[in-house]
């Protein structure tokens, strides 16, 4: 039976008598590029803020890696990595400090610091900029080496949040292309995005709706489901159905 | 007239100008027209509209909006124009409609007189309009600064990238609210980075490290795609990409949704790829159209060869 890195069920959080998150149960597998889709407002960010560890749910549970969110939220963190558009990486450092400054807050030795950052250096080209401060890097090689980053301690899952948002469609290619790297080597990736096309590159997308979770299968059988011909279809017929306005 | 001219603009940043966010740009957008500026963060989008509005200097070049330079007549244009900053730039703390009033006011106008123009939009947030600006969802803040850019009635509006971070169902209502605003005659420029946005806009201009690629019609653009693309499908599309980059057919192959696209050599035909030998079960081939984001990967790549 294959591995499960994330269960949830029923979980649920309530801010006073707004549900954010309402009764959601799911699971993804070891190496699955997960997509977590849904509108503004729809609840994503909460739940998934619940998963890394950085909220307590009101009600149902849920595990990360092994580790139940409620009594092992510390171990979460130190066992997932995390990158969003917003923060990710330290502008005013070099592009070799922030992998140490990551390296060091994750507990790894030296050695293991050293060997990682030459590798992810010759990996991305960016040799020649190791000493360079991040904040001078075009937004595409920061949004590469935020990845890289955010895997530099090799956890067993990785949370991206809007990823590729305002990037160039070249750039944003390869960014896809690391991410399916990294879930071959059997990284999995929960992912949220509001392109659909990079919907389409995921093995299994979620859809929420006001809280809840109202679709989740494989791209084809989503758009089979809906008869839509695209995954913008599928996510326009849902998303509209959301009665409560944004968060 | 022209509603806005851009001529040879070049704008640099940084003590050396080691920075060029706009190099040696010119077009011009007419009267009622809906005008996109197509590009990714860091082309230059921010600078160019920061430009026009007359809230920045340019190195050396030219531009005129409704007429009026934008050096020597800035405060005429500043009385003509609405802006709509891609950052939330309202009062948190003044209520709704104290923040309309606001702006009508330092407009020397009022709310009732141009009622009529933001009507469609400001209905929908009425409902709260004694709620401070700050409280505001995401999608009610993005109205609520859309009605303050139009309370003046400007003869053209500036919208900075106002559908970053917007899920799909928002930005498809948003557009919506363009049209109907294009229909009262005002003009629009507005940037986005999402390639899909352009099929929306009359013309559109695409941008990328400070220079325009491009500036057409969206059709005219897709039209001017010089070689032959195709979308192609199998059971396992790592491995189709992988194979079709070594293909002596391909100019350009990349992930495009559900899909590989491929672009053809010139001189090739689908049929040199149906012929292929290879191993993959299930291969779809499907002559297609290119879209805008295949131009502007397309661009991209001879700009930078």
């Given at each position: 039976m294959?591995?499960?890195?994330?269960t949830?069920?029923?979980?649920?959080?309530?801010?006073?008598d707004?549900?954010?998150v309402?009764?959601?149960?799911?699971?993804?597998e070891?190496?699955?590029?997960?997509?977590?889709?849904?509108?503004n407002?729809?609840?994503k960010?909460?739940a998934?803020r619940?998963l890394?560890?950085?909220?307590?749910?009101?009600?149902g549970?849920?595990?990360?890696?092994?580790?139940?969110?409620?009594?092992?939220?510390?171990?979460?963190k130190?066992?997932?990595?995390y990158?969003?558009?917003k923060?990710s990486?330290?502008?005013?450092?070099?592009?070799?400090?922030?992998m140490?400054?990551?390296?060091?807050?994750?507990?790894k030795s030296?050695?293991?610091i050293?060997?990682?950052?030459?590798?992810?250096l010759?990996e991305?080209?960016?040799e020649?900029?190791?000493h360079?401060?991040?904040?001078?890097?075009?937004?595409?090689?920061?949004?590469?080496l935020?990845?890289?980053?955010?895997?530099?301690h090799?956890?067993?899952?990785?949370f991206?949040?809007?990823?590729?948002?305002?990037?160039?469609?070249?750039?944003?290619?390869e960014?896809?292309?690391?991410?399916?790297?990294a879930?071959?080597?059997?990284?999995?990736?929960?992912?949220?995005?509001?392109?659909?096309?990079?919907?389409?590159?995921?093995?299994?997308?979620?859809?929420?709706?006001?809280g809840?979770?109202?679709?989740?299968?494989t791209?084809g059988?989503?758009?089979?489901?809906?008869?839509?011909?695209?995954?913008?279809?599928?996510?326009l017929?849902?998303?509209?159905?959301a009665?409560?306005?944004?968060? | 007239?022209?509603?806005?001219?851009?001529?040879?603009?070049?704008?640099?940043?940084?003590?050396?100008k080691?920075?060029?966010?706009?190099?040696?740009?010119?077009?011009?957008?007419?009267?009622?027209e809906l005008?996109?500026?197509?590009?990714?963060?860091?082309?230059?989008k921010?600078?160019?509209f920061r430009?026009?509005?007359?809230?920045?200097?340019?190195?050396?070049?030219?531009?005129?909006?409704?007429?009026?330079?934008?050096?020597?007549?800035?405060?005429?244009?500043?009385n003509?124009?609405?802006?709509?900053?891609?950052?939330?730039?309202?009062y948190?703390?003044?209520?709704?409609?104290?923040?309309?009033n606001?702006?009508?006011?330092?407009?020397?106008t009022?709310?009732?007189?141009?009622?009529?123009?933001?009507?469609?939009?400001?209905?929908?947030?009425?409902?709260?309009?004694?709620?401070?600006?700050?409280?505001?969802?995401?999608?009610?803040?993005?109205?609520?600064?859309l009605?303050?850019?139009?309370?003046?009635r400007?003869?053209?509006?500036?919208?900075?990238?106002?559908?970053?971070g917007?899920?799909?169902?928002?930005?498809k209502?948003?557009?919506?609210m363009?049209?109907?605003?294009?229909?009262?005659g005002?003009t629009?420029?507005?940037?986005?980075?999402?390639?899909?946005?352009?099929?929306?806009?009359?013309?559109v201009?695409?941008?990328?490290?400070?220079?325009?690629?491009?500036?057409?019609?969206?059709?005219?653009?897709?039209?001017g795609?010089?070689?032959?693309?195709?979308?192609?499908?199998a059971?396992?599309?790592?491995?189709?990409?992988?194979?079709?980059?070594?293909?002596?057919?391909?100019?350009d192959?990349?992930?495009f949704?559900?899909?590989?696209h491929?672009?053809?050599?010139?001189?090739k035909?689908?049929?040199?790829?149906?012929?292929w030998q290879?191993?993959?079960?299930?291969l779809?081939i499907?002559?297609?159209?290119?879209?805008?984001?295949?131009?502007?990967?397309?661009?991209?790549?001879?700009?930078?060869?």
């Amino acid at each position: 039976m294959p591995e499960k890195v994330i269960t949830a069920d029923k979980l649920t959080k309530r801010f006073g008598d707004f549900t954010a998150v309402d009764q959601i149960s799911f699971e993804v597998e070891k190496g699955e590029i997960f997509g977590f889709l849904g509108a503004n407002g729809a609840g994503k960010t909460t739940a998934m803020r619940m998963l890394c560890g950085l909220s307590m749910p009101t009600s149902g549970a849920a595990t990360v890696a092994g580790f139940d969110v409620y009594r092992d939220n510390e171990k979460i963190k130190r066992n997932i990595g995390y990158m969003s558009q917003k923060f990710s990486l330290y502008d005013d450092l070099t592009v070799k400090e922030n992998m140490q400054f990551y390296g060091g807050i994750y507990g790894k030795s030296d050695a293991f610091i050293k060997n990682k950052t030459a590798y992810i250096l010759d990996e991305l080209h960016l040799e020649k900029e190791a000493h360079v401060l991040v904040r001078s890097l075009p937004l595409g090689w920061k949004q590469k080496l935020a990845f890289s980053v955010a895997v530099f301690h090799e956890p067993g899952i990785v949370f991206l949040d809007e990823p590729t948002g305002g990037v160039d469609p070249v750039t944003r290619r390869e960014f896809w292309n690391m991410i399916y790297q990294a879930s071959d080597s059997g990284i999995t990736v929960f992912v949220t995005t509001h392109y659909m096309d990079e919907a389409e590159y995921c093995n299994r997308v979620s859809i929420m709706v006001d809280g809840r979770i109202e679709a989740l299968d494989t791209p084809g059988a989503l758009k089979q489901q809906h008869e839509a011909r695209s995954m913008d279809e599928v996510f326009l017929k849902l998303a509209r159905k959301a009665k409560r306005g944004e968060g | 007239m022209k509603a806005v001219t851009v001529d040879h603009i070049v704008k640099t940043y940084g003590k050396k100008k080691a920075v060029v966010a706009l190099n040696d740009v010119s077009f011009s957008v007419e009267p009622g027209e809906l005008f996109g500026i197509i590009g990714p963060d860091g082309a230059g989008k921010t600078s160019l509209f920061r430009l026009l509005t007359t809230l920045l200097l340019a190195d050396s070049g030219s531009a005129t909006v409704d007429g009026f330079d934008v050096v020597k007549d800035y405060k005429a244009i500043r009385n003509r124009v609405g802006y709509m900053p891609g950052r939330f730039s309202l009062y948190p703390d003044l209520s709704v409609e104290e923040n309309l009033n606001f702006f009508a006011t330092i407009f020397n106008t009022s709310i009732e007189k141009n009622y009529e123009l933001i009507r469609e939009i400001y209905v929908q947030i009425e409902p709260f309009r004694k709620r401070k600006a700050g409280k505001l969802s995401g999608g009610m803040k993005q109205k609520l600064a859309l009605c303050c850019a139009l309370i003046h009635r400007p003869s053209v509006l500036f919208l900075d990238e106002p559908t970053t971070g917007v899920d799909a169902v928002s930005r498809k209502e948003f557009w919506e609210m363009l049209k109907g605003l294009k229909e009262q005659g005002i003009t629009i420029l507005v940037s986005t980075p999402y390639m899909d946005e352009a099929g929306l806009c009359d013309r559109v201009a695409l941008i990328q490290n400070g220079r325009l690629l491009s500036v057409d019609t969206p059709s005219a653009i897709t039209a001017g795609f010089a070689n032959p693309i195709l979308a192609v499908k199998a059971n396992r599309m790592l491995y189709l990409l992988n194979r079709l980059k070594e293909a002596d057919f391909t100019q350009d192959v990349y992930p495009f949704g559900e899909y590989h696209h491929l672009v053809l050599k010139k001189g090739k035909r689908p049929e040199d790829v149906q012929h292929w030998q290879n191993d993959q079960e299930h291969l779809m081939i499907e002559p297609i159209k290119p879209d805008i984001e295949d131009c502007f990967i397309a661009l991209m790549k001879e700009s930078h060869a």
